[in-house]
T-cell receptor, first 115, second 115 residues
């Protein structure tokens, strides 16, 4: 099984550019989420989804959009990149089914630099 | 409100000595608790989880954690540190209330293992 696959691994953008970070999972997980990791701040939730067609905001949603048209894919869109969005982004998925005890499975991350 | 406090941002131990990484949490609901490990430039890997069964939980690579409800703690231990344990460790709380999932990460503890 591939698990959670994120692309690209690295990306450099100029301020104002837009791009989409891709995330795909092959475990039939209902729950998918995006985090950003910054030094000394742990992981902060950007957006999450509990199933196809259902998304919601996390702790730091501003400047990011998501959609969930299929169970497998959960892309993260940066509408107009800013230097403050320089970070490492992780996608994670898990079973949901109304339970909180399923562990999150993480992708290997996308390192984004905005100049 | 839900929160996770990792009491040490850095821990340094000698190879072969015990490891203790401390985590305290607060939650209004019955939590599931997890420890993840992140090696440099890698994604997060699940070490172990507590989900209201046994309070002493054994994980991979010789790690274990004890859930103490009275102290709202979930400290991670290992009897003898190995060089390969050098990494960053995250304590995570996950709850489900009213159909709403909430996942909270600690800010992480960097473990240094001295030869």
């Amino acid at each position: 099984n591939a698990g959670v696959t994120q692309t690209p691994k690295f990306q450099v953008l100029k301020t104002g550019q837009s791009m989409t970070l891709q995330c795909a999972q092959d475990m039939n997980h209902e729950y998918m989420s995006w985090y950003r990791q910054d030094p000394g701040m742990g992981l902060r939730l950007i957006h999450y989804s509990v199933g196809a067609g259902i998304t919601d905001q996390g702790e730091v949603p501003n400047g990011y959009n998501v959609s969930r048209s299929t169970t497998e894919d959960f892309p993260l869109r940066l509408l107009s990149a800013a230097p403050s969005q320089t970070s490492v982004y992780f996608c994670a998925s898990s079973y949901s089914g109304g339970r909180a005890d399923s562990p999150l499975h993480f992708g290997n991350g996308t390192r984004l630099t905005v100049t | 409100a839900q929160s996770v406090t990792q009491l040490d941002s850095h821990v340094s131990v000698s190879e072969g000595t015990p490891v203790l990484l401390r985590c305290n949490y607060s939650s209004s609901y019955s939590p599931s608790l997890f420890w993840y490990v992140q090696h440099p430039n890698k994604g997060l890997q699940l070490l172990l989880k507590y989900t209201s069964a046994a309070t002493l939980v054994k994980g991979i690579n010789g790690f274990e954690a004890e859930f103490k409800k009275s102290e709202t703690s979930f400290h991670l231990t290992k009897p003898s540190a190995h060089m390969s344990d050098a990494a960053e460790y995250f304590c995570v709380v996950r709850t489900l209330a009213g159909g709403y999932q909430k996942v909270t990460f600690g800010i992480g503890t960097k473990l240094q293992v001295i030869p």
